[in-house]
């Protein structure tokens, strides 16, 4: 390989790990987007839920809210699994 082909190499090499960081880049922030809408999502349907739970009253209404709150929880994902996520759609 000539002088040439060698800088020609690692140049193709150094623009495709640009590439490939700025793709990680708009991933990330994909997934970050995605992560807030369904946690905003998630807090209003709590929200609904718990206003449903208010017309009763005594145990009813603590069970109800509890399973508002567990629901709301299982809702919520995690920044990491969204990351994970994007990264595997792109």
């Known amino acids: ?3 040439a082909q060698t800088d020609q190499a690692a140049t193709v090499a150094k623009e495709n790990e640009k ?3 700025a793709s990680q880049a708009a991933a990330n922030e994909k997934a970050g987007s995605a992560y807030d809408v369904a ?3 998630a ?3 709590h929200q609904v839920a718990v206003e449903k739970c208010e017309a009763q009253s005594g145990n009813a209404q603590k069970t109800c809210k509890e399973q508002a709150d567990a629901a ?6 995690t920044r990491r699994r969204c990351i994970r996520i ?3 759609r792109h």
């Open 19 to 21: 590439i490939a960081d």
């Open 86 to 88: 994007a990264a595997d």
């Open 39 to 41: 946690v905003a999502k």
């Open 1 to 3: 390989m000539t002088d």
């Open 43 to 45: 807090e209003g349907e």
């Open 72 to 77: 709301r929880d299982a809702a919520k994902p």
